[in-house]
């Protein structure tokens, strides 16, 4: 998907976490993202924010609930384009088909772990 953490971040999650990633942004032009972990309620959510990035702003919950013997991942983001009105316009089709593609292709990987 051309995603990739750059740094090292620990193990266990923890508020104040740095993580740095490149990805293939527009065209698979490569951009560096900065996303810092604002929330950490363990095991139920945490929050990543970015501080550096493609988005203006970018606030991505990821909440875990224990459902039926296994764990319901439900993803919240907000997120606001850069550069105005041709944001808004690319956003419908780049933009949005591309975050669709990213969760898309992170739910058929964790569906491979379902028992």
């Known amino acids: 998907m051309g995603f990739y953490i750059t740094n090292d971040p620990p193990n266990k999650m923890r508020p104040g976490m740095i993580i740095t990633y490149k990805i293939a942004a527009l065209f698979g032009i490569p951009l560096n993202w900065v996303t810092e972990i604002t929330h950490v309620v363990e095991p139920h959510l945490f929050v990543d924010e970015q501080r550096f990035g493609p988005y203006k702003f970018w606030h991505h919950t990821h909440i875990f609930e224990e ?49």
């Open 67 to 115: 459902q039926d013997g296994g764990v319901m991942m439900t993803d919240i983001v907000y997120y606001g384009l850069p550069f105005g009105i041709i944001g808004n316009l690319v956003h419908p089709i780049i933009i949005r088909p591309r975050l669709e593609q990213i969760f898309n292709y992170r739910y058929e990987v964790l569906e491979r772990y379902r028992f």
